[in-house]
């Protein structure tokens, strides 16, 4: 079983062209997100290719295209259950647990919370489309009374003006 070569703090920040403080933080943020780095002594993150090649992905997504390191990491987690992984070898003292069924776990819980969130964002979606549709409506009905009113005043001031010229032409006759 041929054994995949692992990288410390500093070598992985050397090749991402970042500081040993920001790889921390970005993996701190992936590890909330539920992905699991291997671990050696003092409890120091190794980090294989696999691990390099997300960072690579987090690192564009934050600097090339504007995403939070939050978002980032999510986006990471949730592209990672969908690749297949071989799990690492698990230490002599640490209990044997896979982490290629730990990721598809935490995916799954992950997948259901965005499919919770995605209905729940239709749902405000939909009350936000009604929301317009009936405040369009109102508008509507409001323009129509004004135009309503002003023809009104407009016929009413054309029926003034036209019985100032028939009064006006009644005294002329008369005082002519």
């Known amino acids: 079983m041929p054994s995949e070569r692992a990288f410390w703090t500093r070598e992985v920040a050397d090749i991402l062209h970042i500081g040993e403080s920001t790889l921390r933080k970005w993996c701190i943020q992936l590890e909330k997100n539920s992905n699991v780095f291997t671990k050696g002594t003092n409890s120091s993150r190794a980090f294989i290719e696999w691990d390099i090649a997300n960072l690579r992905r987090l690192k564009e997504l934050i600097q090339d295209k504007g995403v939070t390191v939050d978002q980032a990491a999510n986006l990471i987690v949730s592209m990672d259950s969908d690749d297949v992984r ?38 405000a979606l939909e009350e936000q489309r009604q929301f317009i549709d009936r405040r369009l409506i109102e508008r509507d009905q409001r323009m129509i009374r004004a135009i309503q009113e002003i023809r009104k005043n407009q016929q009413l001031t054309a029926a003034a003006a036209e019985e100032q010229q028939i009064n006006k032409g009644f005294f002329r006759r008369f005082f002519s």
Do not use: F
Not at 93 to 118: D, F, G, I, K, M
């Open 86 to 123: 071989t799990p690492p070898v698990p230490q002599t003292n640490a209990p044997v647990a896979s982490r290629h069924s730990r990721s598809r776990c935490y995916s799954r819980t992950a997948r259901t919370a965005l499919e919770r969130q995605n209905e729940q964002l239709l749902k």
